[in-house]
Nanobody, 115 residues
Framework: QVQLVESGGGLVQPGGSLRLSCAAS????????MAWYRQAPGKQRELVAV???????NYADSVKGRFAISRDNAKNTVYLQMNSLNPEDTAVYYC?????????WGKGTLVTVSS
């Protein structure tokens, strides 16, 4: 089993920044892709950013140029640096990692962008 622990969410004013972290632990042989998803109230969960084991990244159009995903393979941790936040970024952010062919999800961390 793999456990994911997210941190870094909270309340931030429009234009502000936050950095999310997600640490994986447990029966980990090799982590493939790592990603962040988000789900806003009344909306479906959507992919925000993904990073491959080789470091290639992809972003949702809505966050390109503002968010940056990175990973520390030695720590089995993925990060999401979020800049220029706006109220539309308010959501629960979920970490997702692929170990072998199995997808694991974190419990989510709430990000609220409000003045």
């Amino acid at each position: 089993q793999v456990q994911l622990v997210e941190s870094g969410g909270g309340l931030v004013q429009p234009g502000g920044s936050l950095r999310l972290s997600c640490a994986a632990s447990g029966s980990i042989f090799k982590i493939n892709a790592m990603a962040w998803y988000r789900q806003a109230p009344g909306k479906q969960r959507e992919l925000v950013a993904v990073i491959s084991s080789g470091g290639s990244t992809n972003y949702a159009d809505s966050v390109k140029g503002r968010f940056a995903i990175s990973r520390d393979n030695a720590k089995n941790t993925v990060y999401l640096q979020m800049n220029s936040l706006n109220p539309e970024d308010t959501a629960v952010y979920y970490c997702n990692v692929v170990v072998g062919a199995v997808y694991y999800w974190g419990k989510g961390t709430l990000v609220t962008v409000s003045s």
